[in-house]
């Protein structure tokens, strides 16, 4: 009887897609610390800044930058995250950098908000010098002006950012009103921070504003104060522009004032802060955005997305190929004995 030896190979492949870790920081009001785990080499970092604070009508703020890019490391590492606060009604700048409102004399709702905190990444340290990257806060919404004998007009923080961005002035007028092109009248929106200077603050030269009316230049970190207040008869009520500067990209965006629709001449609202400005230090594939995202509302937001090297990955897919050879390798009879034609590493053997 003929014998027919059935040679099964089996080869097992899988198919592993790396798994990517990813680090989420909320805002805290504090410095958070990450030490870099071992096999990671590569971290790609990605930066929300907080939006602009309300004002106390509760007008929004203007919203935070977006940066992201991979920073290489190594295991073991100590990184410093700071995450910005802000997007709630508030007077005061938001965590990390966020300009305060000017001073506010009159009733409620009349207010300007902070300006938004910047979220960052330190390396080496926990000072301003150490960071690589710098997603801007926004600035902080004007002041609504409120109709009452002691109404007023308050100002808007500048954003915090690698720079921050410039405080709002008070009012645009002259006297009780304004007319642009009118001599004597002297007004500027606020500027947002850029990547070697702070924004400028806004200017008013208001007849019947107090010392300090203008707001305050951003510097290294920090967005400017807002200008104060002004506090005098108002026969009506006017909510301020939505949204202040938004924070950059390489260069946060202007503060902004409501402009009167004509016969009108004047709006009589507080100025907005200014956004302060974005960073990309020692890093790769890296770029900025100027606030536009619904992602940059609120406080700030830093993810951090990385793959240990060293790790076994588990399998995203398993692929069983099967390569079931056929070997009729049968024991043909020779003269003087059985000699098989072939080897083959693992025999099952069947009757024919």
Not at 70 to 81: E, R, S
Not at 245 to 250: D, F, R, T, V
Request: with cysteine; glycine share 26%.
């Amino acid at each position: 009887m003929n014998k027919i030896v059935l040679s099964v190979f089996i080869a097992l492949t899988m198919t592993t897609g790396a798994r990517a870790d990813i680090v989420m920081f909320s805002y805290t009001g504090g410095v958070q610390n990450f030490t870099v785990p071992g096999g990671v080499s590569l971290i790609k970092i990605s930066a929300w800044g907080a939006e602009g604070r309300q004002n106390a009508g509760g007008v929004l703020g203007g919203l935070g930058g977006f940066a992201t890019g991979i920073l290489a490391v190594t295991p073991g590492q100590t990184l410093f995250v700071c995450v910005g606060g802000g997007g709630n009604i508030s007077a005061m700048g938001g965590f990390n950098g966020g300009g305060n409102a000017g001073t506010s004399t009159s009733l409620l709702g009349v207010g300007g908000g902070g300006g938004g905190g910047a979220s960052d990444v330190r390396v080496g340290g926990s000072s301003l010098s150490h960071r690589v990257i710098v997603a801007a806060g926004g600035g902080g919404a004007g002041g609504n002006r409120v109709s009452s004998t002691t109404g007023g007009r308050g100002t808007g923080g500048g954003g915090g950012g690698y720079y921050g961005g410039g405080g709002g002035s008070a009012a645009r007028l002259s006297g009780a009103a304004f007319i642009d092109g009118i001599p004597n009248v002297v007004f500027s929106l606020p500027t947002g921070g850029t990547q070697s200077n702070g924004g400028s603050g806004g200017i008013s030269n208001a007849t019947l504003a107090p010392s300090g009316n203008d707001g305050f230049a951003g510097t290294l970190g920090l967005g400017g104060d807002g200008g104060n207040d002004i506090m005098l008869n108002q026969l009506a009520s006017t909510n301020a522009l939505p949204g202040g500067g938004a924070g950059g990209g390489l260069i946060g965006l202007n503060g902004a004032v409501l402009v009167p629709v004509p016969p009108a001449t004047s709006s009589l609202t507080g100025a907005s802060g200014a956004g302060g400005s974005s960073f990309l230090g020692a890093l790769t594939s890296a770029s900025t955005m100027a606030g536009m995202s619904p992602m940059q509302m609120g406080n700030g937001f830093v993810q951090f997305e990385f793959t240990p090297v060293a790790s076994v990955p588990e399998p995203s897919s398993l692929v069983l190929l099967i390569l079931a050879t056929l070997v009729t390798s049968c024991y043909v009879r020779f003269r003087g004995g059985s000699k098989p034609q072939n080897v083959v590493q693992r025999q099952i053997k069947c009757e024919a």
